[in-house]
């Protein structure tokens, strides 16, 4: 994908204020709308990705199963269901869990300014990756991802670390 997508700017209350583009926004640290999915499965395992190496940022980090920009006129809802597919080729039920704001600074001088929609859903089957997004994955008990979590902070990206410690109140 393209970085001159342009992404949708809001305010404190996720009022959408302005459209930009992608870069620019996380150059100039505006806070713009996102969107994160957690996926389990039946064993109640959390689904992760490790996100490609060549990632604007954050690359070769573990993650949630996708997360995305919302484009102009889509819906946040909408947006998961386009990359849960884009990313890990299936799709499911998704249901939006909260919304938070949080900022992230990365060594590459690049900031996320973030009002983000999670969603969570459940899946079994079968998936494949794109490899342009997407390096691997794996199915995690939630305990084992804490412990792995505490002993490894720096290979899980931040806004992963907040939403578990929001949805999930670990540590």
């Not at 889509?74 to 849960?84: P, T």
């Not at 890990?88 to 919304?99: G, N």
């Not at 459940?122 to 390096?135: A, F, I, Q, T």
């Amino acid at each position: 994908m393209s970085d001159k997508l342009e992404i949708v700017l809001v305010d404190e209350n996720d009022q959408e204020i302005w459209r930009w583009e992608k870069m620019d926004v996380h150059q100039k640290w505006l806070l713009h709308r996102a969107i994160s999915v957690l996926i389990l499965n039946s064993k109640w395992e959390m689904l992760l990705q490790q996100r490609a190496l060549n990632k604007y940022h954050c690359g070769w980090m573990w993650s949630n199963a996708t997360c995305t920009h919302p484009f102009p006129n889509e819906s946040s809802i909408d947006a998961a269901h386009r990359r849960l597919q884009e990313e890990m080729w299936f799709d499911t039920d998704l249901k939006e869990i909260f919304e938070f704001h949080y900022t992230a600074h990365f060594d590459n001088w690049l900031t996320e300014n973030e009002y983000d929609h999670v969603f969570l859903g459940y899946y079994d089957g079968e998936m494949n990756l794109n490899s342009d997004e997407v390096s691997d994955y794996k199915w995690i008990w939630i305990k084992e991802l804490e412990k792995d979590i505490e002993e490894n902070p720096e290979i899980y990206t931040q806004w992963f670390k907040i939403i578990l410690d929001k949805y999930f109140q670990l540590r």
